[in-house]
């Protein structure tokens, strides 16, 4: 029963905060100085005709039923025209979202594989070189415009040494040569058995995610330090050293292990920050998805469209902490 | 000579730790002084401290140390590497780049004192007020703050300012908005560790109204808290100002505003580099300077963290 209860207490909070979410998008979009009514008919527009599709958007009604009427349209997935493509901004939305997400997954699975070594090296070196050093790199990673280090990079290993190849996703001549099945286009290359092609995009994604990916490091590095920090402490540690197993084993097999809970929280949560820094990332490779398409909208001001990729990328958001909140009470049975 | 000042300091330093102080005042300076003392230990967070303090200086002086107008072109010069009479060369409008990073710094400091200034104190009032009073106050407050909470900050701020129209003031609004939820939270938290202690009873039962013992007991008691929390958070807010400025929503041309300088720079990177290389280091110097200073800060206000 206090399982059901827990679980409803859950529902709840997320239902609000959704509806919080939209409550913010909603009230942005009436505090634009842009006329819906206008944007939709032209300035040229008749009396009549104006105060007719006023009363079609619902612009008469009182505010609150006004609000009513947009959760009513997004939950039925209405987010409104662009303006700027002329296409749903769902159907917008959907078709950039794969691009952002295979940048994000990749740049997490980097942050970590490079995290958590990180955190427990600092960890059993504690107050010795190695802990100040990734501590400084931290610091560091935490300092740098990530979009300034994206246009060095492009300059360094891209215009001067030839590493990698420029900005998008493959190479020009290679555009829309693979069917869109999923959207991520290193899957799709491969679905279609188009190996040149996945090489291509692999490359492509190399330096993007890896600057994006620099960003996670130094959270997942500082959490993982604390977290092995805690472990090192208990008594089973001693046990094991005890009874003459190597320190690699006690520190990978055993301390290790018993943080992988809380990492797993760790590592959705900076998923989720990803998927929102990828917006400044995306603007500097040329990268399609969501953050290229809300900026691009944005600088047209096409509201619909910014609105509409704000409520994705925060609804989002929020199910990836509602999901490291639920992975973390079932998989640790502590806090069940 | 030498030996009358020697006395004299250490006479000072004497007045300043010890373990008896005769005045409110001693008491204060000698907790300062040990702050300090641990504070002056690390070399990394004093090196912050220095790199911050030079922001000060050179905002403050930017005419006086600036070699050149930051608005004044010089078509013949434009995209000149830097050189003797142009330290970081010029931008394509021939304007001198460290004379715009150094009245840039006068933007950069207005955005991090405006966004230090309105964000804690807003989380500071809702924190104290939450704590203090508990019950439905305390739920209804942190209801609304967990949701801002879970908002994705970066995004919001630029739908803000897509909203309210591009330009630094809107960036400012845009990013405090967003980013007082934590400063409630801790504020709060501080909150809840002193509102039952005897020396508020007492002033309660000295007939101090609600308003008094928030605002004269228990706000100051956050601070320390608050401040490190600030400084830490000042280099993101750096970030994001450059990166709004960036995408062309913070600061407007000709403003010298980083962000903006490197969009600018942007499209000679290939071969004029250091149009946008100059203003992204002036960034990464400035707000790294900021993480030292508060990850020192941490370290000698709040123990409690490692």
């Not at chain 1, 398409?293 to 199910?319: H, P, Q, R």
């Amino acid at each position: 029963m206090p399982t059901l209860k827990r679980g409803l207490t859950l529902l709840v909070t997320v239902a609000a905060t959704l509806l919080g979410l939209l409550l913010v998008t909603f009230l942005i979009g009436r505090v634009v100085p842009i006329d819906p009514v206008l944007s939709a008919l032209g300035d040229r527009a008749s009396a009549e005709s104006y105060a007719q599709m006023r009363t079609q958007l619902g612009l008469d009604l009182p505010l609150w039923q006004q609000f009513l009427r947009y959760v009513g349209d997004v939950l039925q997935g209405d987010l409104g025209t662009s303006v700027l493509t002329s296409r749903p901004v769902l159907e917008d939305v959907l078709r950039v979202f794969p691009a952002t997400l295979e940048l994000a997954t990749v740049a997490v699975v980097l942050g970590a594989l490079l995290g958590v070594p990180a955190g427990v090296f600092a960890a059993t070196h504690r107050g010795r070189w190695p802990d100040h050093a990734i501590r400084l790199l931290g610091l560091i990673g935490h300092s740098v415009p990530i979009f300034w280090l994206g246009l060095m990079a492009l300059l360094l290993f891209y215009a001067r040494l030839d590493w990698v190849p420029g900005p998008g996703r493959v190479d020009v001549f290679y555009e829309g040569m693979v069917d869109p099945v999923t959207g991520i286009v290193t899957v799709d290359a491969l679905l279609a058995g188009e190996t040149e092609i996945f090489w291509n995009a692999v490359q492509h994604l190399v330096l993007p995610s890896a600057i994006l990916g620099l960003y996670s490091v130094a959270y997942i590095a500082r959490m993982t330090r604390g977290f092995m920090l805690d472990q090192l402490r208990q008594e089973y540690i001693t046990t094991a050293r005890v009874k003459g197993l190597s320190e690699t084993r006690v520190v990978w097999g055993h301390a290790l292990r018993n943080i992988a809970v809380p990492l797993i929280t760790v590592i959705a949560l900076s998923y989720a920050s990803l998927l929102e820094g990828s917006v400044l990332t995306e603007t500097v490779f040329a990268w399609p998805g969501l953050g290229l398409y809300i900026t691009n909208s944005l600088l047209s001001a096409d509201m619909n469209a910014v609105l509409g990729g704000t409520l994705v990328v925060g609804a989002v958001f929020i199910a990836l902490n509602l999901l490291s909140d639920l992975l973390y009470r079932l998989l640790d049975p502590r806090a069940r | 000579m030498t030996a009358h000042t020697d006395t004299r300091s250490a006479g000072w330093r004497e007045w300043l730790t010890t373990d008896t102080p005769q005045s409110r005042a001693q008491a204060r300076l000698g907790r300062a002084w040990a702050g300090w003392t641990a504070f002056r230990r690390n070399r990394l967070a004093v090196a912050g401290l220095l790199i911050v303090l030079a922001l000060v200086v050179v905002a403050a002086l930017a005419p006086v140390l600036a070699p050149y107008h930051p608005y004044a072109q010089d078509l013949n010069n434009r995209l000149m590497p830097p050189s003797a009479a142009h330290w970081l060369g010029t931008d394509a409008f021939g304007r001198d780049i460290l004379s715009r990073l150094i009245h840039g710094a006068r933007l950069t400091l207005m955005i991090v004192a405006l966004v230090a200034a309105t964000a804690p104190l807003a989380g500071l009032i809702i924190g104290t007020v939450a704590g203090y009073f508990g019950g439905w106050v305390d739920t209804v407050l942190m209801r609304f703050t967990d949701i801002a909470l879970a908002f994705p900050k970066l995004i919001l701020a630029l739908a803000f300012v897509a909203a309210l129209g591009p330009g630094i003031e809107n960036a400012v609004i845009a990013i405090a908005i967003t980013s007082w939820p934590p400063y409630a939270r801790i504020a709060r938290a501080e909150t809840l560790t002193v509102r039952r202690a005897d020396f508020i009873s007492a002033a309660r039962l000295q007939g101090a109204s609600s308003l008094r013992i928030i605002l004269g007991h228990i706000m100051p008691l956050c601070i320390a808290s608050l401040i490190v929390r600030t400084t830490l958070d000042m280099a993101g807010v750096i970030l994001t100002a450059a990166g709004l400025g960036f995408l062309g929503l913070g600061a407007q041309p000709p403003l010298p505003e980083w962000g903006a300088m490197i969009a600018t720079g942007r499209q000679y990177v290939l071969e004029q580099w250091w149009v946008a290389a100059m203003p992204g280091f002036a960034i990464f110097i400035v707000s790294l300077g900021f993480n030292l200073l508060g990850d020192g800060l941490r370290d000698v206000l709040d123990p409690k963290g490692d």
